[in-house]
């Protein structure tokens, strides 16, 4: 599912609709309005992200509502998650050794300054 999770919302156009979403319930004729694609289009990517799970539609006589579903977002969250830890445990690491070397740098500064300021 996560990789076909991704691949729904890696399409630019699908990603500008589940955006647009994000701010609540919209008609299709709604993100026409805010997208740079015809009609069709954005019935033929709401379909795709409908398919995959990320929307749904709610009809209300002629008119199509669609509003995004949380579940598949948090299960990408919780797939990412995973992979979180391990960049933030990397990056814990690299703030370490940057602070021992800007520490032992400062260190040689203040030993090369205090050296410098006695006179014989």
Known sequence: MHVEG????GD????????I?????HSVNDIVENVDIDQSGVSRHLRILQEAGFVRVRPDGQRRFYSLCPGPFRDLD?????YRQLWEGRLDKFSEALARKRGAKKSGLETKTSSRGRTS
């Open 6 to 9: 991704l691949q729904t919302l």
């Open 12 to 19: 630019p156009s699908r990603l500008r609709i589940v955006e």
């Open 21 to 25: 979403l994000r701010g609540g319930e």
């Open 78 to 82: 919780a797939w990412i998650s995973q």
